[in-house]
Structure formats: C-alpha cells, structure tokens
Nanobody, 120 residues
Framework: QVRLSESGPGLVQPSRTLSLTCTVS??????????WTWIRQSPGKGLEWMGD???????DYSPSLRSRTSISRSTSQNQFTLQLSSVTPEDTAVYYC????????????WGQGTQVTVSS
C-alpha cells in the first residue's frame, strides 16, 4: 500500500518561496503509469489541482499557477517536491500530495495534508 506524507514549513512570509516535500513509501515514484500530484484547499474553497509529475519525470501545471510553480523529484529518496514562488496570503491553504494512476480520474492515495500560512 502506497503511503504519502507531506513535510515543510507551516509559515511562509509573503513574496518568499513555499517549498513542500512529499515522501512516498510502499511504492516507487518511478512505477509506470503513476502520477504524483499536489493539490491544495484554501479556507472556504474547494480542492485546487496545482500540478503533477509523472513516472517518467514529466511535469504538468495548472495554467493559473504555472508561472509560479515547480515540481521536481528525487528518485533516490523516493520524494517529490513542490515549490511555489512569490506567495501571497491567498496561497494560505492545506496542501496535499496524492497519487493517481494513468487512466483513472480519482486519486487513490493521499497524504494527511499540511497547513501552510502565508503571513509576515
């Protein structure tokens, strides 16, 4: 069973870069057809897909966040990382990492989520 766990600072100052890491256990991030995703939920809003990195290392980003988002991975550590630059208080949210299989529309594994607050 694949397990995901987010880690990173809970407080980020405005204009800085938010960096979160998702550690994967019980499966490899290079497993064929697996996609590793970052999703967030701001207060009072629904889930927002931010982007993903596939088993080959290819990335895809939300058009609204593309200019500020970067997702990378470490195959040796079986982790993938989110970087969101130039954050504002509107980026305050619970951030989740999740896994999806190619062809499925649902995410079958989720991290517990981590609260990130953007404030000075």
């Amino acid at each position: 069973q694949v397990r995901l766990s987010e880690s990173g600072p809970g407080l980020v100052q405005p204009s800085r870069t938010l960096s979160l890491t998702c550690t994967v256990s019980g499966g490899s991030i290079t497993t064929s057809d697996y996609y590793w995703t970052w999703i967030r939920q701001s207060p009072g809003k629904g889930l927002e897909w931010m982007g993903d990195i596939g088993y080959s290392g290819a990335t895809d980003y939300s058009p609204s966040l593309r200019s500020r988002t970067s997702i990378s991975r470490s195959t040796s550590q079986n982790q993938f990382t989110l970087q969101l630059s130039s954050v504002t208080p509107e980026d305050t949210a619970v951030y989740y990492c999740a896994k999806k299989v190619l062809g499925d529309w649902w995410y079958d594994s989720w991290g517990q989520g981590t609260q990130v607050t953007v404030s000075s």
